[in-house]
């Protein structure tokens, strides 16, 4: 889609449709609304008086212009109650009115920049949230499908602003939404692409296309190198699986030190078939999305590479299958991790804390000074917080609060979850120095506490994404299948780091 923003009076911008806002309980129209419903002889305020209007968040109504206007069709969007408008609720309202014109096989849209001075929204605001909206809103993943789409798709979006001295807020605010929405587009198709198209080596080469796309180093660790380096956890999970591990390195420099502000580590199954401890055959295609916390960490730099804030990153994601072939790691093996602990395996459906042992043992050796790690961790954390919200667990109080913030700004909710020392009796081993599993019992949190292990004093957070990765139905600007979250709340993040 091309986007662009300009200055200009939108009652006289031609396009497919022309959008415009109406909040709840509004009576007397003012501004660009009262002008297009004078052009309209009235059409606007008609429908409010007979109560078929009412500004409702979400509602949308679409008028005919029938040749008063260049706009072919007028859409009157809701915004709800004034007092409760925000952000993210514009790009949901963006989502639903995108869908609905593309449906109507509208090519060009011109919009106001909805929102924009309510309730302390800015114009950067505003027309970030009307970009990611739309774009986010209207993806779509049809790689492999062969059947031309019943409708076409909108190929041009105007953000129409009356007064100039608004036009550089709004074009940095819509730059940023494209990114942060293409850093999101770039998770999902990862996330949504089957298993035999996203293979660790697959994961690998999009992580060296990142790389030479935004100017980001890249260095890819083979098998050998893992070995090297005594990642036993890693290569336990990988000893099923024909396809070759990978540990993905991405780094960014945003100044001129050595040091790492701060890594980024995303667990990255490419297929979760749950190895010995063999998952339960329905709905187990689901489990080409066990790489999304490494698909939003690869997507995460992508953005932070074109927002460029003075940070230094680095980005870890271990890859690999976890398949139940004739090498493969079996209950009660012990594994010993890159820095020297040994794992009692309980479940080799327990997998993905495992690769993330030696994640974080990587970055502990080159003293990073905090770490976040993304995953598709626990079946527990969906049945505690659903598909709405990521659970958040770590050990350092102020990077959990910047993340909830980080989240909140982003419109990806995040909710912490306590990590009490009691709950690590659960996952002590008489064999071990730790097992791989706590049992049923908070699981989310046993899980949590074991990766928090290899974190040791380093400020960590964990990020368990099982419910938030993918869903089932289209809510907002989410479309069915990949989320891409927590690609914006990284970038985010990584951003608020930069200005601190």
Same mark, same amino acid.
């Given at each position: 889609?091309?986007?662009?923003?300009?200055?200009?009076?939108?009652?006289?911008? *031609?396009?497919?449709?022309?959008?415009?806002?109406?909040?709840?309980?509004?009576?007397?129209?003012?501004?660009?609304?009262?002008?297009?419903?004078?052009?309209?002889?009235?059409?606007?305020?008609?429908?409010?008086?007979?109560?078929?209007?009412?500004?409702? #968040?979400?509602?949308?109504?679409?008028?005919?212009?029938? /040749?008063?206007?260049?706009?072919?069709?007028?859409?009157?969007?809701?915004?709800?109650?004034?007092?409760?408008?925000?952000?993210?609720?514009?790009?949901?309202?963006?989502?639903?009115?995108?869908?609905?014109?593309?449906?109507?096989?509208? +090519?060009? %849209?011109? @919009?106001?920049?909805?929102?924009? /001075?309510?309730?302390?929204?800015? $114009?950067?605001?505003?027309?970030?949230?009307?970009?990611?909206?739309?774009?986010?809103?209207?993806?779509? #993943?049809?790689? !492999?499908?062969? +059947?031309?789409?019943?409708?076409?798709?909108? =190929?041009?979006? @105007?953000?129409?602003?009356?007064?100039?001295?608004?036009?550089?807020?709004?074009?940095?605010?819509?730059?940023?939404?494209?990114? %942060?929405?293409?850093? @999101?587009?770039?998770?999902?198709?990862?996330?949504?692409?089957?298993?035999?198209?996203?293979?660790?080596?697959?994961?690998?080469? =999009?992580?060296?296309?990142?790389?030479?796309?935004?100017? %980001?180093?890249?260095?890819?660790?083979?098998?050998?190198?893992?070995?090297?380096?005594?990642?036993?956890?890693?290569?336990?999970?990988?000893?099923?699986?024909?396809?070759?591990?990978?540990?993905?390195?991405?780094?960014?420099?945003?100044?001129?030190?050595?040091?790492?502000?701060?890594?980024?580590?995303?667990?990255?199954?490419?297929?979760?078939?749950?190895?010995?401890?063999?998952?339960?055959?329905?709905?187990?295609?689901?489990?080409?999305?066990?790489?999304?916390?490494?698909?939003?960490?690869?997507?995460?730099?992508?953005?932070?590479?074109?927002?460029?804030?003075?940070?230094?990153?680095?980005?870890?994601?271990?890859?690999?299958?976890?398949?139940?072939?004739?090498?493969?790691?079996?209950?009660?093996?012990?594994? &010993?991790?890159?820095? /020297? +602990?040994?794992? *009692?395996?309980?479940?080799?459906?327990?997998?993905?804390?495992?690769?993330?042992?030696?994640?974080?043992? $990587?970055?502990?050796? !080159?003293?990073?000074?905090?770490?976040?790690?993304?995953?598709?961790?626990?079946?527990?954390?969906?049945?505690?917080? /659903?598909?709405?919200?990521?659970?958040? #667990?770590?050990?350092?109080?102020?990077?959990?609060?910047?993340?909830?913030?980080?989240?909140?700004?982003?419109? *990806? +909710?995040?909710?912490?979850?306590?990590? #009490?020392?009691?709950?690590?009796?659960?996952?002590?081993?008489?064999?071990?120095?730790?097992?791989?599993?706590?049992?049923?019992?908070?699981?989310?949190?046993?899980?949590?506490?074991?990766?928090?292990?290899?974190?040791?004093? &380093?400020?960590?957070? !964990?990020?368990?994404?099982?419910? @938030?990765?993918?869903?089932?139905?289209?809510?907002? $600007?989410?479309?069915?299948?990949?989320?891409?979250?927590?690609?914006?709340? %990284?970038?985010?993040?990584?951003?608020?780091?930069?200005?601190?």
């Amino acid at each position: 889609m091309e986007i662009a923003v300009t200055d200009g009076d939108i009652s006289r911008f *031609e396009a497919d449709a022309i959008v415009v806002n109406l909040l709840e309980g509004t009576e007397d129209l003012s501004g660009n609304l009262a002008i297009i419903d004078a052009a309209l002889d009235g059409g606007i305020s008609n429908l409010i008086t007979q109560g078929e209007l009412k500004g409702k #968040f979400g509602e949308n109504t679409l008028i005919h212009s029938l /040749g008063k206007l260049p706009g072919t069709r007028v859409v009157v969007a809701g915004l709800g109650k004034e007092s409760e408008l925000t952000q993210d609720k514009i790009r949901g309202i963006v989502a639903g009115t995108c869908r609905m014109l593309r449906d109507k096989n509208v +090519k060009s %849209l011109a @919009t106001i920049a909805q929102g924009a /001075g309510v309730n302390g929204i800015t $114009y950067e605001a505003a027309a970030q949230a009307i970009v990611e909206g739309a774009l986010l809103g209207l993806y779509t #993943f049809r790689r !492999h499908i062969t +059947k031309d789409p019943e409708h076409g798709e909108i =190929e041009r979006l @105007t953000i129409v602003e009356s007064d100039r001295s608004n036009i550089a807020a709004l074009e940095q605010g819509y730059r940023k939404g494209e990114v %942060l929405a293409g850093a @999101t587009i770039l998770a999902r198709d990862m996330v949504n692409e089957p298993s035999n198209y996203m293979t660790p080596t697959d994961m690998a080469r =999009e992580a060296s296309k990142v790389a030479a796309d935004y100017g %980001l180093a890249v260095e890819i660790l083979e098998k050998e190198q893992m070995e090297e380096l005594g990642m036993g956890a890693l290569l336990g999970v990988a000893r099923g699986s024909h396809q070759p591990p990978k540990f993905i390195i991405l780094r960014y420099k945003g100044r001129d030190t050595e040091e790492i502000d701060i890594t980024l580590a995303g667990k990255a199954i490419t297929f979760d078939s749950g190895g010995i401890s063999l998952k339960p055959s329905a709905n187990m295609d689901d489990m080409k999305g066990d790489m999304s916390g490494g698909a939003a960490v690869i997507a995460a730099m992508a953005a932070i590479a074109q927002l460029k804030p003075g940070v230094n990153v680095m980005a870890l994601i271990p890859a690999t299958e976890n398949l139940p072939g004739g090498s493969a790691l079996k209950p009660a093996d012990v594994l &010993t991790s890159m820095e /020297g +602990k040994t794992i *009692e395996i309980i479940s080799t459906d327990a997998e993905g804390r495992l690769i993330l042992a030696d994640a974080l043992g $990587y970055a502990r050796k !080159h003293s990073t000074k905090r770490v976040v790690d993304v995953a598709t961790l626990t079946g527990a954390c969906v049945v505690a917080l /659903g598909t709405v919200t990521t659970g958040v #667990f770590g050990n350092n109080q102020e990077l959990i609060d910047q993340i909830v913030t980080a989240g909140s700004e982003a419109g *990806e +909710k995040m909710w912490q979850m306590p990590i #009490f020392d009691e709950y690590k009796e659960q996952n002590k081993s008489a064999v071990a120095d730790i097992k791989n599993t706590g049992g049923r019992d908070a699981g989310a949190i046993t899980a949590a506490l074991f990766v928090g292990e290899f974190a040791g004093d &380093t400020p960590w957070v !964990h990020l368990d994404i099982a419910g @938030t990765n993918m869903i089932d139905k289209t809510r907002k $600007y989410e479309t069915k299948g990949a989320t891409g979250v927590p690609v914006r709340t %990284l970038v985010n993040l990584v951003v608020s780091l930069a200005g601190k």
